[in-house]
Nanobody, 129 residues
Framework: QVQLVESGGGLVQAGGSLLVSCAAS????????VAWFRQAPGKEREVAAV????????WYEYSVRGRFTISMENAKNTVNLQMNNLKPEDTGIYFC??????????????????????WGQGARVTVSS
């Protein structure tokens, strides 16, 4: 049984930092594409950052570039999202999601929710002004 469990998050003032982590069981993250999505109150869920370890690359949504860093700790089977210089508009529920990587054949849109098979329950991040 596959489980993704987020931890971290919380309340921080604007300009502060938070770390959210996603620990996996039942799959090996290093073989997967892992993304952090976020959903602000009253808005649709959107992708914030993606890591593709087998391709050796990462991707960030424009508004978080230079402030957020996604990374993978293979020994802990965990993906982290370090968030710095947080803004009130970063407030929301942060979800990690995973799909098996397909290096040969089968294209996918790694920014789309529909490309991901496994999801965590979410971690709340609140940034006060």
């Amino acid at each position: 049984q596959v489980q993704l469990v987020e931890s971290g998050g919380g309340l921080v003032q604007a300009g502060g930092s938070l770390l959210v982590s996603c620990a996996a069981s039942g799959i090996t993250f290093s073989e997967y594409v892992v993304a952090w999505f976020r959903q602000a109150p009253g808005k649709e869920r959107e992708v914030a950052a993606v890591i593709r370890p087998l391709r050796g690359d990462t991707w960030y949504e424009y508004s978080v570039r230079g402030r957020f860093t996604i990374s993978m700790e293979n020994a802990k089977n965990t993906v982290n999202l370090q968030m710095n210089n947080l803004k009130p508009e970063d407030t929301g529920i942060y979800f990690c999601a995973a799909r098996r990587e397909t290096l040969h054949g089968g294209s996918y849109d790694y920014t789309s929710q529909t490309s991901y098979v496994y999801w965590g329950q979410g971690a709340r991040v609140t940034v006060s002004s």
